[in-house]
């Protein structure tokens, strides 16, 4: 059981490349998610999918695509980097719904990718 | 708009020695807040949940305490080992969003030494 997994780790990007990150989960999670993490600041969401073929922005959605190619798959897709886009990102997943004690499930998080746009 | 405040941003402390993490929070009304605990380099491993109704909540060493009325969470970790050298961000989850829009803490920086 690997549980979240994300591809590649580490990636350098020219600006105006593009390239997807991949996420998978094993848990048979419903819900999947996106956030980007920056120094100084807390985790921010930029994109979420509550359920297989739904997807929804977050707070910080421009300049990502996502597809929810499956229940175990959620790729982020940047289409044309920028330096304002350099960060760690992370990809987590939960059960949707809540637990017997009324809330939410907890989210389980990847190991990350840290991406640099040069 | 939402947000968490954490304190210190940073922590040093010999390794056997309690301390004590803040959370300030203005979310509201708020489903539950979360502990999570993120090593150098790895992705945030959930530590405690506990809803708005819930004073204390223990995982082990770790030890949360809620306050809605002040709105303000600490974490107390006792008898720290060298291994709860991380970063420890309060997370809240506001009643609306489902679970899906958390808050997120800056965190609290914690490196326990010999």
């Known amino acids: 059981n690997a549980g979240v997994t994300q591809t590649p780790k580490f990636q350098v990007l020219k600006t105006g490349q593009s390239m997807t990150l991949q996420c998978a989960q094993d848990?048979?999670?419903?819900?999947m998610y996106w956030y980007r993490q920056d120094p100084g600041m807390g985790l921010r969401l930029i994109y979420y999918?509550?359920?297989?073929?739904?997807?929804d922005k977050g707070e910080v959605p421009n300049g990502y695509n996502v597809s929810r190619l499956n229940k175990r798959e959620f790729s982020l897709r940047l289409e044309s980097a920028a330096p304002s886009q350099t960060s760690v990102y992370f990809c987590?997943?939960?059960?949707?719904?809540?637990?017997?004690?009324?809330?939410?499930?907890?989210?389980?998080f990847g190991p990350g990718t840290r991406l640099t746009v040069t | 708009k939402n947000q968490v405040e954490q304190s210190p941003q940073s922590l040093i402390i010999l390794e056997g020695k309690n301390c004590t993490l803040q959370?300030?929070?203005?979310?509201?009304?708020?489903?539950?807040l979360r502990w999570y605990k993120q090593d150098t380099g790895r992705g945030p491993v959930s530590l405690t949940i506990?809803?708005?109704?819930?004073n204390t909540k223990s995982n082990g060493r770790y030890t949360a305490t809620l306050d809605a009325d002040t709105k303000q969470s600490s974490l107390h970790i006792t008898a720290s080992q060298l291994s709860d050298s991380a970063s420890y961000i309060c997370?809240?989850?506001?009643?609306?969003?489902?679970?899906?829009?958390?808050?997120f803490g800056t965190g609290t920086q914690l490196k326990v030494e010999l």
């Open positions: 987590a997943s939960r059960t949707k719904g809540l637990s017997s004690g009324g809330s939410p499930y907890e989210q389980y």
């Open positions: 848990m048979n999670h419903n819900s």
């Open positions: 999918s509550a359920s297989e073929g739904t997807t």
């Open positions: 959370c300030n929070y203005t979310v509201s009304p708020f489903s539950n």
């Open positions: 506990m809803t708005f109704s819930e």
């Open positions: 997370v809240v989850s506001p009643l609306s969003g489902g679970g899906n829009k958390l808050t």
